[in-house]
C-alpha cells in the first residue's frame, strides 16, 4: 500500500505565506526536515514574506488605504501586516516601505517585487515538474492593468475560502477542498488547470508509515547496522529516492553503505557518496568473464566479515537476487532486513523471508519524485561527455540518450523538461585568454 507525499504542497503552502503553526499541523508529520530547509533559504523566505504582505493587502484592501491616506499611516505600523518581515526584507535591500503612496500602489509593488523574484525558487522544485505551471501561480497576469489587478482582488475575496489556508495565488477558484492536501491531488488539479495532464503516480506517491517505522525500529534495535548493496541487482535512483524519504536522523545511525558494484552498471552509483549523509564505501569488483560477475560472492564474503570481524549485528541488504537466501540462512545470528525490486524478485524469495519473519519492502515503493538532484549530476555529466561531439547531435535525440546511458526511467516530459532547462539553454564561453567553454550553469 502506498500514500501520497506531501513536498510539492508543503513548499508551495510555505512560499504562499501559510501560517507557521498552520504549515506545522499540516505538514511536518509528512516532510520533518523541510521546513529547515526553507528556513535556510533566503529566496524562499523572500517570496513567503512578499507573498504574505500581498494576501494582507488583498484582504484588508480598503482598511489599508484609508490609513495611508486619511491617517498617514504606513504599512509598517498597520496591525494585519508583518512588520518583522518588513524589515527583514528591507535588512535584505528590498525597498517595501513607500512614501506618499495608496493601496494600489502598493498593489503594483509588491506584484513587481514577487515577479522579479519568483524564478529565484524554482530549484525548489524537482525538474519533472512543470516550472511554468508552478510560476504561474504566483504571477498576476498583466499585472501593470488596474483592471487586473481589480479582477484578482475581487476572485480571490469572493471565493476566498475555496483559496488554500485563505492565501491568495493565482487559479480558477473551484470547491475542491483543500488543494494543498496532497502533492496527487494538487498536481492533477495544476495540470488540468493548463489544459495537461499528469499521470505518473510514482512522482508523488510513497511508501505508508508502518513500513517507514519497520525500518526505524530495525535500526533502532540493532548495534550496528550496516548497509550493503548488491549493485548489479538494485537500482541506485530507487535507492537514493528510499532514503530521501526516510527521516534523515533515523538513517544517519546506520554505520555506513557498502556498495558491490562492477563496470556493467550505471555511473550513478559513483555519485551516490556525494548525495547522502552516510559514509559510502564503494568496492569495485572485477569480472572472470563479460558473462560471470563474481558480485555475489563478493556480497557474501563481505557480510561474514562484516559479521565476525567488524561486530555488525544488522545488514540491509538491497538485492532481488534469490541466492542471497542462501547466506541469510546460514547466519542466523544476525538480522537482516532485504530491500528488493518487485520486476526482479520472484516468489520464492519473497515466501522464505516471510516464512522466517523478515522483514522486506520494496524499492518501487518509495517515491521517485525528489531524487533530482542525483538524477542531475548523473545526466549532466554524462552531457559533458558529450561536449566535444555537440554539434553533431540533435538535442531532443541527444536527451533521449543521456537518459539512456544514465538509466534513468523517464516519460517524455520529463526528458523534454531537461532538453528545455539544459541542453537547449547551452551557452558557448569565452575566457580572458580566449579559450572557448560551453556553459553548463
Given at each position: 500500500m502506498r500514500t501520497d507525499t506531501k513536498t510539492i504542497v508543503a513548499t508551495i503552502a510555505y512560499l504562499i505565506g501559510v501560517r507557521k503553526n498552520q504549515w506545522i499541523l499540516s505538514y511536518m508529520d509528512n516532510c520533518p526536515d523541510l521546513l529547515k530547509e526553507l528556513e535556510e533559504n533566503q529566496d524562499a523566505k523572500i517570496l513567503r514574506y512578499l507573498c504574505k504582505l500581498r494576501t494582507m493587502l488583498m484582504r484588508h484592501f480598503s482598511k489599508t488605504d484609508n490609513f495611508l491616506r486619511y491617517d498617514l499611516i504606513n504599512i509598517d505600523r498597520i496591525e494585519w501586516f508583518d512588520t518583522e518581515n518588513i524589515r527583514q526584507l528591507e535588512r535584505w535591500g528590498f525597498q517595501i516601505i513607500l512614501t506618499n503612496k495608496r493601496a494600489s500602489d502598493y498593489s503594483l509593488h509588491f506584484n513587481q517585487l514577487i515577479g522579479?523574484?519568483?524564478?529565484?525558487?524554482?530549484?525548489?522544485?524537482?525538474?519533472?515538474?512543470?516550472?511554468?505551471?508552478?510560476?504561474?501561480?504566483?504571477?498576476?497576469?498583466?499585472?501593470?492593468?488596474?483592471?487586473?489587478?481589480?479582477?484578482?482582488?475581487?476572485?480571490?475575496?469572493?471565493?476566498?475560502?475555496?483559496?488554500?489556508?485563505?492565501?491568495?495565488?493565482?487559479?480558477?477558484?473551484?470547491?475542491?477542498?483543500?488543494?494543498?492536501?496532497?502533492?496527487?491531488?494538487?498536481?492533477?488539479?495544476?495540470?488540468?488547470?493548463?489544459?495537461?495532464?499528469?499521470?505518473?503516480?510514482?512522482?508523488?506517491?510513497?511508501?505508508?508509515?508502518?513500513?517507514?517505522?519497520?525500518?526505524?525500529?530495525?535500526?533502532?534495535?540493532?548495534?550496528?547496522?550496516?548497509?550493503?548493496?548488491?549493485?548489479?541487482?538494485?537500482?541506485?535512483?530507487?535507492?537514493?529516492?528510499?532514503?530521501?524519504?526516510?527521516?534523515?536522523?533515523?538513517?544517519?545511525?546506520?554505520?555506513?553503505?557498502?556498495?558491490?558494484?562492477?563496470?556493467?552498471?550505471?555511473?550513478?552509483?559513483?555519485?551516490?557518496?556525494?548525495?547522502?549523509?552516510?559514509?559510502?564505501?564503494?568496492?569495485?569488483?572485477?569480472?572472470?568473464?563479460?558473462?560471470?560477475s563474481l558480485v555475489d560472492i563478493r556480497v557474501t564474503a563481505g557480510i561474514c566479515r562484516e559479521f565476525y570481524r567488524d561486530d555488525v549485528s544488522s545488514f540491509i541488504l538491497l538485492s532481488s537476487d534469490s541466492d542471497y537466501w542462501g547466506l541469510i540462512s546460514s547466519l542466523p545470528e544476525a538480522e537482516f532486513l532485504v530491500m528488493i525490486e518487485y520486476a526482479k524478485c520472484g516468489n520464492a524469495i519473497k515466501d522464505a523471508l516471510e516464512e522466517h519473519g523478515i522483514f522486506y519492502c520494496s524499492l518501487d515503493d518509495f517515491c521517485s519524485g525528489y531524487i533530482d538532484e542525483l538524477k542531475r549530476a548523473v545526466l549532466i555529466n554524462e552531457l559533458r561527455n558529450c561536449l566535444p561531439h555537440i554539434l553533431e547531435c540533435n538535442g531532443k535525440e541527444l536527451a533521449h540518450t543521456l537518459f539512456e546511458q544514465a538509466r534513468i526511467e523517464a516519460d517524455e516530459k520529463e526528458i523534454m523538461n531537461f532538453y528545455e532547462k539544459y541542453i537547449k539553454t547551452l551557452k558557448l564561453k569565452v575566457d580572458a585568454d580566449g579559450n572557448f567553454s560551453i556553459d553548463l550553469s
Open positions: 522579479a523574484n519568483v524564478e529565484k525558487c524554482r530549484s525548489l522544485f524537482p525538474d519533472w515538474i512543470a516550472w511554468e505551471y508552478i510560476k504561474d501561480l504566483f504571477l498576476i497576469p498583466k499585472y501593470t492593468k488596474e483592471a487586473n489587478q481589480k479582477y484578482e482582488f475581487e476572485k480571490y475575496m469572493e471565493h476566498i475560502d475555496w483559496y488554500p489556508y485563505q492565501m491568495y495565488l493565482h487559479w480558477k477558484p473551484k470547491d475542491l477542498g483543500n488543494i494543498l492536501y496532497t502533492d496527487g491531488k494538487f498536481l492533477e488539479m495544476l495540470y488540468e488547470m493548463n489544459g495537461d495532464y499528469f499521470g505518473d503516480s510514482s512522482k508523488y506517491k510513497g511508501v505508508v508509515n508502518d513500513v517507514k517505522d519497520n525500518i526505524y525500529d530495525f535500526i533502532e534495535k540493532s548495534y550496528k547496522t550496516v548497509l550493503v548493496v548488491d549493485c548489479e541487482n538494485s537500482d541506485v535512483y530507487k535507492l537514493y529516492g528510499a532514503l530521501k524519504s526516510l527521516n534523515q536522523t533515523e538513517i544517519q545511525k546506520i554505520h555506513k553503505i557498502i556498495l558491490y558494484d562492477d563496470d556493467h552498471t550505471t555511473n550513478g552509483w559513483d555519485y551516490l557518496d556525494k548525495f547522502v549523509s552516510i559514509p559510502v564505501e564503494h568496492i569495485e569488483v572485477e569480472r572472470v568473464t563479460d558473462r560471470k
